[in-house]
Structure formats: structure tokens, C-alpha cells
């Protein structure tokens, strides 16, 4: 180039017809404002620093979502059951004032074993609220 510098980011074409790519004419001495086209290879470096970046935040949303200090951690204790317990009765007993429903599916969680039919004697898995 015989000691010229080379102004980067101008075309051969631009820089010998005095305009850009999209044919506009260029102000004596600017640059023309060649567009910039990805190769195949940082199309996929590009995708997959999207979806590392997507990755990481979702990570780090769904661990904030398990970290919140404001869940009340349920805990859980055992009852005897006596002569004539039903799990209506006991989730009840459990949880008055509430509808007893929701209780009852949680006994029968905490308790597989224990096919409806309870037995005087019998343990079963209680859920008590954290205090």
C-alpha cells in the first residue's frame, strides 16, 4: 500500500467511487459503513452464548424462588390413632376451622400405608405448622 494506512471498515468499491453500499454519495474523507455479516461460526457462537446466558438465569431465578425466607417450613409429628379415628376426624382435630379436605390428602400423602381404614394403635404422620 506504499506507506498509506488503510482506513478499516471502507471498501475498495467505496473508497475508488466515493460512495457507500447502498450507493449514497460520502462526504470528501468519511469512511463508508460496510455492514457486518456473521460467518457460520459466529452465528454459533453467538447462539450459544444466548442460550448459556438464558441457562444461567434461569438457574439462578429458580434458586432465588426455593430460597424464600417468607415459606413456612412444614414440619411434622406423630398421633396415635384412637378407637373410632377417621382421617375426616383427625384432620379436623388437626387444622380446625379449615376445610379438612386438603388435610385429608395430606395424611393419606404423609401416610401411603394407610389405605383409609386406620386402625386403634395405628402411627400416623401429622403436619403441624412451623412456629
Known sequence: MNGMA???????????????????TLPAG?????PVHLTRRGRVVVTVL???LILALSVGVGAAVQARPDQAVPTVTTMTV??????????????PG???RGMVLELRRLNP????????????????AAG
Open 98 to 100: 379449615v376445610d379438612p
Open 113 to 128: 400405608s394407610s389405605s383409609g381404614q386406620l386402625q386403634a394403635g395405628q402411627v400416623l404422620v401429622v403436619p403441624t
Open 6 to 24: 488503510r482506513v478499516v471498515g471502507v471498501s475498495e468499491s467505496a473508497r475508488a467511487t466515493g460512495q457507500d453500499h447502498r450507493g449514497a
Open 50 to 52: 444466548l442460550v448459556g
Open 82 to 95: 384412637r378407637p373410632g379415628d377417621t382421617l375426616w376426624g383427625i384432620a379436623s382435630r388437626v387444622s
Open 30 to 34: 468519511a469512511p463508508a459503513r460496510v
